[in-house]
């Protein structure tokens, strides 16, 4: 059987069933992570910043904000939170004198690794017989998904 792009009508509607499932998903898991906080010692926002800067290395508040389509103000919150406990440091930023970098501390990624090893032991024990085909299609649709909302600034302008 080969495959043809969806209709426009017909994407809409499948992309619907996407969204319904998305906002549960989020909800569910932003409460387990809530529920496990206490043994991490972290929050779910400082969760964020620290996972962001582990996968892309040291980055501005504004550069996190805009990558989690999140708020500079909540960032800089959670970035506050996080260097109190001594997960992350501002060092000087080399292209923006007013604008630190923000990087993990040995602290800070000790921190993250030991929250996504818990959460990796968890999503181990998905069933459904998953394919690496069905993943990779999975994080396509959601990709271009985001994608459509690029242009959504959380500060409250258009880009």
């Known amino acids: 059987m080969q495959e043809h792009p969806l ?3 017909e ?3 499948r ?3 996407v969204f319904d499932l998305v906002g549960p998903l989020y909800r569910r898991v932003l409460r387990k992570v809530e529920q496990a906080a ?3 010692g972290l929050s779910v926002g400082v969760r964020a910043v620290l996972n962001l800067l582990g996968e892309h290395g040291p980055m501005t508040v504004p550069q996190m ?3 989690q389509a999140l708020s500079r103000q909540f960032v800089q919150r959670m970035v506050n939170e996080a260097a109190a406990d001594r997960l992350v440091e501002a060092v000087p930023n ?3 004198r007013r604008s630190s970098l923000i990087r993990l501390t040995d602290d800070g990624r000790a921190a993250i690794a030991a929250v996504t090893t818990r959460e990796r032991a968890l999503m181990r024990q998905a069933g459904g017989g998953l394919t690496d085909a069905e993943v990779t299609a999975c994080v396509k ?3 271009e998904m985001l994608a459509l909302f690029d242009d959504v600034d959380v500060d ?4």
């Open 15 to 17: 992309l619907a069933e």
């Open 7 to 9: 209709e426009p009508d």
């Open 94 to 96: 080399p292209a923006h």
């Open 11 to 13: 994407l809409a509607h």
């Open 156 to 159: 409250g302008r258009l880009d």
């Open 141 to 143: 649709v959601l990709g």
């Open 65 to 67: 904000g805009r990558a």
């Open 38 to 40: 206490p043994a991490e």
